[in-house]
């Protein structure tokens, strides 16, 4: 392994990029009100600097040979046979994150300085932000599954946090209840997961999983493929666990972009990314993950066209791109590098998208409803320009961003071979045409048409520090894929991870496979465009649709699935244990204590304090001491 | 003269101490049957030991009578303090003491 090649230099000294923003949360959770003028400055300070380290540390790796580092730190665990180092692993892979999550991650920073101004909690959004960006970095960085699993609940925690920010609303503590305990049922399975690896291999660091995993029994394997992908799930908003996500949006809105679009939801496709050698080994959940990518990215797309919350159908959108990218790492070799990509580039447009969002709703007074929107490109041209282009990073218009590596994942689907490749293809290309329906139909009721503004508001573009790093993020959106996929390819620079690229088979020519996209994505503006853009936008929803509309609204039935399935059950044991709990075990309890407490007072009548009934008695015992005297000795 | 007459005439002397302490209701009475029924117990003694040739018997007598006499103390004493707080000298009176 070059891994064990000494540290030297910056990478010795990675483990700051996690403690820079951890210090930054506790000095502002710590601090308390002294920190309120200058908090916001100093968090955002920490994730810039934690940037700047990961620029610093990837280069450095890009010159080490092997392209990987291993750093020990201490002794997390000893006891008995387990023994847990915590270190970190830095090698391709998780620098692509590392720098994701600390680049969108300080942009949005930026953001929230503009965005959360006039907000008395101020302080505690920026310490939960640098709460949030530590977990993640430590989910990606750890060397092993239970370091991962660490971030993986801080995450979720942040989370928590900062979907509840606002936690006076119902909906929004509601939202960060809901997204917490269905975050839970993932965390079961990467728990179990986890557990599995120990019982099996002894070993939860990534070398020594991945290094024994050919050795274990092929049912083991695949339950292990199975849990992993059950967290991965879970954190990433994907079918059956896809509820929680749309909810989350009750959160600040840059919450939305950095945890709910950019990172976080992505830790899923890390993850199962990095879990490839598992997967290698478990051909059948390698399989369970193409179908369930494959179909959240129809569930999102569909839903997605029928929300009037521009929130919402940007994480519908959300749910659906990460689809995607399951549906990439589900292909295997051929898949990572293009999934890894589509990862990045989406947490260029959608993190733009959602911080467009963030300043629409800024300029209309914290309005989400689309139908109230409209007409607005004139009065927020920079919120207008940069979302724009997001919209078509999104939508895979050729050459930006989306089309590079949308294109990849529908390449690598087809060569697939087979059916199930023709099926995977047919529903990506599909998913194409829906993503660009409804990002047209946003586009068209946000930007264009006649106002329907509620009267009273008047849109103005936000701040320079909110634009800034949506100007930011409209170039990434523009520039990243073509950079990713032609100038410095990923694939080879995350080769020592996934190993040689396999030689693409080509069952469909990539020239052709980007006309059809394309030419899906035109049918998919075209009819945005006949459907909402021609005719006036009536500012309530009609109420006569098709029973297809009317599912697609309720989010295909989620939500009464959920609660048919699990919650009303769940409910119903509850109840049958409360009522075994009060009837039978504080039945057996109380019944003893009344029995002894009543035959005690009963007993208690015999003491008359007559004194001559006493002596009675006495005579009584003694007359029966006595008798029972003669029987035993004349006996 | 066998020790039969003797005993019958402590068990005589001992149901009737018994029968006055459960039906008796005056503290001096049930005192004195009290008594009695002691002074039978040492008649059975004082018998049981003549019939024996042993002084055992008598020793342990002289001891009752002395653990009697300092007991006649205590319970005369606990009688008249009743008698002055509550004016009677029932045993039934002095029933404070139940559930």
């Given at each position: 392994m070059p891994a064990s090649l000494p540290v030297d230099g910056l990478l010795s000294v990675a483990w700051l990029v996690i403690v820079l923003p951890l210090a930054g949360a506790a000095v502002l959770l710590l601090g308390g009100r002294r920190t309120d003028r200058w908090g916001h400055l100093l968090a955002t300070g920490t994730v810039v600097a934690a940037f700047v380290?990961?620029?610093?540390?990837?280069?450095?790796?890009s010159d080490r040979p092997g392209h990987a580092a291993s750093v020990d730190l201490f002794t997390f665990i000893r006891t008995g046979g387990l023994d847990v180092s915590a270190g970190l692993l830095i090698d391709p892979l998780s620098a692509v994150f590392m720098l994701l999550i600390t680049g969108v991650g300080a942009l949005i920073h930026v953001y929230s300085i503009g965005y959360m101004a006039h907000d008395p909690g101020r302080r505690r959004?920026?310490?939960?932000?640098?709460?949030?960006?530590?977990?993640?970095?430590?989910?990606?960085?750890?060397?092993?599954?239970?370091?991962?699993?660490?971030?993986?609940?801080?995450?979720?925690?942040?989370?928590?946090?900062?979907?509840?920010?606002?936690?006076?609303?119902?909906?929004?503590?509601?939202?960060?209840?809901?997204?917490?305990?269905?975050?839970?049922?993932?965390?079961?399975?990467?728990?179990?997961?986890?557990?599995?690896?120990?019982?099996?291999?002894?070993?939860?660091s990534?070398?020594?999983?991945?290094?024994?995993?050919?050795?274990?029994?092929?049912?083991?394997?695949?339950?292990?493929?199975?849990?992993?992908?059950?967290?991965?799930?879970?954190?990433?908003?994907?079918?059956?666990?896809?509820?929680?996500l749309p909810d989350a949006m009750e959160g600040p809105t840059p919450v939305s972009a950095l945890i709910h679009a950019a990172t976080m939801v992505t830790a899923g496709v890390y993850l199962i990314a990095r879990s490839a050698p598992v997967y290698d080994e478990t051909p059948t959940a390698r399989t369970v993950v193409l179908a369930v990518g494959a179909v959240t990215l129809l569930i999102g797309a569909v839903v997605g066209c029928a929300y009037d919350d521009i929130k919402k159908v940007l994480a519908y959108s959300t749910v659906s791109q990460i689809g995607y990218m399951f549906l990439a790492v589900g292909l295997g070799p051929v898949g990572y590098a293009a999934g890894i990509a589509h990862l990045l580039t989406h947490g260029f447009f959608k993190a733009g998208l959602f911080l467009g969002a963030g300043s629409v709703m800024h300029a209309m007074d914290d309005q989400v409803d689309m139908r109230r929107f409209g007409g607005l490109a004139k009065r927020l041209p920079v919120t207008f320009v940069t979302f724009g282009l997001g919209y078509l990073a999104l939508i895979g218009f050729p050459f930006l961003s989306g089309y590079w590596t949308k294109d990849a994942i529908i390449e690598a689907a087809l060569d697939r071979g087979g059916w199930s490749g023709w099926v995977l293809g047919g529903v990506a290309v599909l998913g194409a045409g829906l993503t660009a329906f409804y990002m047209t139909r946003l586009m068209l009721m946000t930007f264009f048409g006649k106002a329907r503004w509620t009267p009273g508001v008047s849109p103005h573009e936000s701040p320079p520090t909110m634009t800034a790093p949506m100007v930011v993020l409209a170039v990434g959106s523009v520039a990243a894929g073509f950079l990713l996929v032609q100038v410095f390819p990923l694939a080879e620079w995350l080769e020592p991870v996934f190993g040689e690229p396999a030689e693409a088979a080509h069952v469909v020519a990539p020239a052709v496979v980007g006309v059809v996209v394309t030419a899906v994505m035109a049918v998919g503006v075209l009819a945005a465009w006949l459907f909402v853009g021609r005719r006036e936008v009536p500012t309530t929803a009609p109420a006569r649709v098709s029973p297809v509309v009317t599912a697609a609204r309720r989010a295909l039935y989620a939500d009464t699935v959920n609660e048919a399935l699990v919650m009303r059950p769940g409910i119903w044991l509850t109840r049958a244990l409360v009522w075994l709990d009060n009837r039978g075990v504080d039945g057996v309890v109380n019944g003893a204590a009344a029995a002894l407490g009543g035959s005690s007072s009963r007993l208690g009548r015999a003491q008359t304090g007559f004194v001559r009934s006493y002596a009675l008695g006495m005579l009584g015992g003694a007359v029966l001491v006595a008798g029972a005297l003669v029987a035993v000795t004349t006996a | 003269m066998t020790i039969t007459n003797y005993l019958v005439l402590a068990a005589i002397l001992f149901t009737i101490g018994a029968v006055g302490v459960l039906v008796r209701r005056n503290a001096i009475v049930v005192f004195m049957c009290i008594e009695l029924m002691l002074n039978s117990v040492n008649l059975t003694l004082i018998t049981f030991a003549r019939a024996s040739g042993t002084v055992d018997g008598q020793v342990i007598a002289l001891f009752v009578m002395v653990v009697a006499a300092a007991e006649v103390v205590v319970g005369l004493a606990i009688i008249m303090s009743i008698y002055r707080t509550r004016r009677s000298a029932s045993v039934d009176d002095v029933n404070l003491l139940k559930y």
């Open positions: 380290l990961a620029v610093a540390c990837t280069l450095q790796l959004f920026f310490a939960y932000l640098n709460l949030f960006v530590a977990a993640m970095l430590l989910l990606v960085l750890g060397n092993s599954y239970v370091a991962l699993y660490v971030g993986w609940e801080g995450v979720g925690l942040a989370s928590y946090l900062l979907i509840a920010f606002w936690y006076t609303r119902p909906a929004a503590a509601t939202a960060a209840k809901k997204a917490f305990l269905m975050n839970r049922v993932g965390d079961v399975g990467l728990a179990l997961a986890i557990f599995l690896m120990f019982a099996q291999l002894g070993t939860t990534y070398a020594g999983v991945f290094g024994e995993v050919g050795l274990l029994a092929g049912g083991t394997v695949t339950a292990i493929g199975l849990l992993l992908l059950l967290g991965a799930c879970g954190k990433s908003g994907q079918f059956p666990l896809q509820a929680w | -």
